[in-house]
């Protein structure tokens, strides 16, 4: 009888427990990558929590602290999106959000202005927020994952440059030489320190061909597209991750 009612309760305890006081933080930190903002003290990171008991989707997002606290959920200020429409600076963020999936759709609903536009401060900086509905039926090689291979990099103050640039996969041809303004790019490097990838998003405001949601099989051209390219440069020879700073730039903490 003793040992029935320990099992009760032990079954007790983990259907009343949630994933925050059953699991430690460090536990359910699943990547954390941090970036640095010129002439400033604050950090940004981009962050993912595994879900648990109570919810079994990931918390994922950006968040800023000051460079001279450790990260944690409690000490956080969350960002309201994870799209940097300019580089940051140590005043203000431009920021861009996309809503997805919004229900009822219609073709009216995606439209190549804003439908909103909003302001917050954090702390002593600002937040502008541009805000958008994505894309009414699918993009077919304007937005989604992209990979390209590179020979090698450089960087300065405000943009990251690829040099010898040729495309793997996906719709979107660069030039053989091609830069992107710092804000959003992370590095994805290996334990020893070598950079596997380089992953860069860039929001897609423009129109295009799509397939929409009555013409499921017809590529129809000349359609609002408002969605986000994720390109993926890879190395063709070995580079350490020390080679790029991370200030403007997610370099891997954890």
């Known amino acids: 009888m003793g040992r029935l009612l320990r099992t009760v309760i032990l079954l007790t305890h983990f259907a009343s427990c949630n994933f925050v006081a059953c699991t430690s933080e460090e536990d359910r930190l ?14 940004i990171y981009d962050f993912s929590f595994a ?4 919810t079994s989707s990931d918390h994922t997002g950006f968040a800023v602290l000051d460079s001279t606290v450790s990260f944690s959920m409690d000490k956080m200020k969350e960002l309201p999106c994870n799209y940097f429409a300019a580089a940051p600076t140590n005043t203000v963020f431009e ?3 996309i809503n997805y999936g919004q229900n009822p759709r219609n073709e009216r609903d995606t439209l190549l202005t804003p439908i909103k536009r909003y302001s917050k401060e954090v702390g002593n900086f600002q937040i502008n ?3 958008y509905n994505d894309t009414y039926g699918s993009a077919t090689s304007s937005t989604g994952l992209m990979e390209y291979e590179f ?3 450089n960087e300065t103050t405000d943009s990251l440059t690829f040099h010898k640039v040729s495309k793997k996969f996906g719709g979107k041809e660069f030039p053989a030489t091609t830069s992107f ?10 334990v020893g320190s070598y950079i596997n990838y380089i992953e860069i998003d860039q929001v897609i405001i ?8 009555t013409r499921p099989l017809e590529l129809v051209s000349n359609q609002p597209i408002v969605g986000v390219a994720t390109y993926r440069f890879y190395p063709r020879h070995a580079i350490k991750t020390a080679t790029l700073t991370d200030y403007g730039i ?3 903490v954890k």
């Open 95 to 97: 920021m861009i959000h």
């Open 151 to 153: 020979d090698g990099i």
């Open 129 to 131: 927020v541009t805000e």
């Open 30 to 43: 699943q990547s954390l990558y941090r970036q640095r903002i010129a002439n400033s003290a604050l950090v």
């Open 250 to 252: 997610f370099k891997r």
């Open 181 to 190: 303004v710092k804000g959003n790019i992370k590095v994805i490097d290996s």
């Open 206 to 213: 423009k129109r295009g061909d799509i397939y929409k949601p």
């Open 51 to 54: 879900g648990g008991f109570v």
